[in-house]
Antibody, heavy 123, light 107 residues
Framework: QVQLVQSGGGVKKPGSSVTVSCKAS????????FSWVRQAPGQGLEWMGG????????KTAQKFQGRVTITADESTSSAHLELSSLRSEDTAVYYC????????????????WGQGTLVTVSS | DIQMTQSPSTLSASVGDRVTITCRAT??????LAWYQQKPGKAPKLLIY???NLESGVPSRFSGTGSGTEFTLTISSLQPDDFATYHC?????????FGQGTKVEIK
């Protein structure tokens, strides 16, 4: 059974950076495609970007270009999201999600999700 | 970006009711649409992909229809476990977008 377990996040100061990690288990990491989705308190879901680890292909939502770094590490079966220049509007729960089996790009639905990681930006 | 608009934003219903949620896209997304269920404090759960395909393990009371710019999620007979928020998501574009969510409440 596929599992995505997240770590990182926490309380951060405005202007700082945060890294959230997503460790995958229960399958073959190189077949996975990951995305990062966030949800501000009481709000809807917002796609931030995705990565195809086997090709190193990365797509980032235009809104986050220049502030988001998405990486993957096959040796630890993990994907990582770094968000820089944090502001209060970045306070949200951040999710990693796996693109549904059968899809070959980051543009797809998501069949497995991490548990979510809260990032709070506060001085 | 393609904008996704769900209606209604909130829906009050009773156990056993037939419930329909609509999702509209600002441009043609063919059938590249997914539906998710989300409960408080939990990650979304995939219900429907490619507009009408039921994800494995999802009860058959959930169904999805539509193509182009208008889509519906129907719950044929609402069960206690179905009170949650539902999100649509388009993946026609490389810039994925979600609807704002529809909360299904107990009447």
């Amino acid at each position: 059974q596929v599992q995505l377990v997240q770590s990182g996040g926490g309380v951060k100061k405005p202007g700082s950076s945060v890294t959230v990690s997503c460790k995958a288990s229960g399958g073959t990491f190189n077949t996975y495609i990951f995305s990062w989705v966030r949800q501000a308190p009481g709000q809807g879901l917002e796609w931030m970007g995705g990565i195809i680890p086997i090709f190193g292909t990365i797509k980032t939502a235009q809104k986050f270009q220049g502030r988001v770094t998405i990486t993957a590490d096959e040796s630890t079966s993990s994907a990582h999201l770094e968000l820089s220049s944090l502001r209060s509007e970045d306070t949200a729960v951040y999710y990693c999600a796996r693109v549904r089996t059968g899809c070959s790009s980051t543009s797809c639905s998501f069949d497995y999700w991490g548990q979510g990681t809260l990032v709070t930006v506060s001085s | 970006d393609i904008q996704m608009t769900q209606s209604p934003s909130t829906l009050s219903a009773s156990v056993g009711d037939r419930v329909t949620i609509t999702c509209r896209a600002t441009q043609n997304i063919n059938t590249w649409l997914a539906w998710y269920q989300q409960k408080p404090g939990k990650a979304p759960k995939l219900l429907i992909y490619k507009a009408s395909n039921l994800e494995s393990g999802v009860p058959s009371r959930f169904s999805g229809t539509g193509s182009g710019t208008e889509f519906t999620l129907t719950i044929s007979s609402l069960q206690p476990d179905d009170f949650a928020t539902y999100h649509c998501q388009q993946y026609e574009s490389s810039s994925l977008t979600f609807g704002q969510g529809t909360k299904v409440e107990i009447k």
